[in-house]
């Protein structure tokens, strides 16, 4: 089965940049790279996404390696309310004729004054 | 313009009873689709509505759920009778395209909790 695998939690000082890495050695060649975060109760917000070529948005940037097998979500200044759960996410292909999220467990972002 | 809304935000049910949860997809998203976290695993699909019609039902885990979205405007999420498994957070989302790189706009979540 398709799935994503991250680190449970990262910590990273404010002002300073973050990687946040993603394997998905199981995608496809018609899957999309989704990243999403979550801030406490509330539902999970569009960050930026790709296919094979790296992203920049005013958000983030999204690089993805060469066989696709995996990705990192770079924020290049951290701040205190990039402090979330992100996570990444296989948008899948499906049998069923569109596309379907497929979520990892997330990252817990903690930033530090 | 609204984003994604959800009713109730919390409900509390003992096993056995019957729980309605609503979604409003933001207006002229024809795509809705049902998501649900519970405790200690990742959040899962349910099903994806384009318009009215159920197209992809695959992550409904059994026969005391049932999904409708008639008129394609808002949707219910229907479980009964509820089981103690049911519990966690069940989250709407909504998107305009079906496009792998349409985005999903997502509410704030359902906490359904059963005693």
């Known amino acids: 089965d398709a799935k994503t695998t991250q680190p449970n939690s990262m910590e990273s000082n404010e002002e300073e940049p973050v990687h946040l890495p993603c394997n998905h050695s199981?995608?496809?060649?018609?899957?999309?790279i989704h990243w999403y975060r979550q801030l406490p109760s509330q539902g999970p917000e569009y960050v930026i996404h790709?296919?094979?070529s790296n992203v920049n948005n005013r958000m983030a940037s999204l690089a993805i390696a060469e066989d696709r097998k995996s990705s990192t979500l770079i924020l290049h200044r951290a701040t205190l309310r990039d402090a979330a759960v992100y996570y990444c996410?296989?948008?899948?292909?499906?049998?069923?004729?569109?596309?379907?999220?497929?979520f990892g467990t997330g990252t817990r972002l903690k930033v530090l004054a | 313009e609204a984003g994604v809304t959800q009713f109730p935000s919390h409900s509390v049910i003992e096993k056995g009873q019957t729980v309605t949860l609503r979604c409003d997809p933001i207006?002229?998203?024809?795509?809705l689709y049902w998501y649900r976290r519970v405790m200690g695993k990742e959040i899962k699909f349910l099903l994806h509505?384009?318009?009215?019609?159920?197209?992809?039902e695959s992550g409904m885990p059994n026969n005391r759920f049932l999904a409708e979205r008639t008129g394609g405007t808002y949707s219910t999420l229907k479980v009964q009778p509820a089981e103690l498994e049911d519990s966690g957070v069940y989250f709407c989302?909504?998107?305009?395209?079906?496009?792998?790189?349409?985005?999903?706009?997502f509410g704030p979540g359902t906490r359904l909790t059963v005693l």
């Open positions: 989302a909504s998107s305009q395209g079906l496009a792998g790189y349409n985005e999903q706009f």
């Open positions: 199981t995608i496809s060649g018609t899957d999309y």
């Open positions: 790709g296919l094979t």
């Open positions: 996410i296989l948008n899948l292909w499906g049998t069923s004729g569109t596309y379907k999220y497929i």
């Open positions: 207006s002229g998203h024809d795509n």
């Open positions: 509505f384009v318009k009215e019609s159920k197209q992809d």
